[in-house]
Nanobody, 115 residues
């Protein structure tokens, strides 16, 4: 069983930045991929970004250039740097990890972009 704990969410003004963190309860060297998803009210959960064990990244096309995913193997943590935030980025952001064959979810962290 892998536990994931997200942090770093909050209220930010449009144009601002936030960095989300996802701490894993096990060495992320044993995790083949980690990802961030988000779910806005009334909408389906969607993939934001994913990073492989080798560091390869992929992003939702609409977010590329504003969001950056990275991983710190020494601290078993994955980050999501979010810049130039817009009100439509408001959502609960979830961390997800793949320890084959299982996928695990974190509990989510709320991000609200509003003036």
């Amino acid at each position: 069983q892998v536990q994931l704990v997200e942090s770093g969410g909050g209220l930010v003004q449009p144009g601002g930045s936030l960095r989300l963190s996802c701490a894993a309860s096990t060495s992320i060297l044993s995790i083949s991929a980690m990802a961030w998803y988000r779910q806005a009210p009334g909408k389906q959960r969607e993939l934001v970004a994913i990073i492989s064990s080798g560091g390869s990244t992929n992003y939702a096309s609409s977010l590329k250039g504003r969001f950056t995913i990275s991983r710190d193997n020494a601290n078993n943590t994955v980050y999501l740097q979010m810049n130039s935030l817009k009100p439509e980025d408001t959502a609960v952001y979830y961390c997800r990890a793949n320890v084959p064959p299982q996928w695990y979810w974190g509990q989510g962290t709320q991000v609200t972009v509003s003036s």
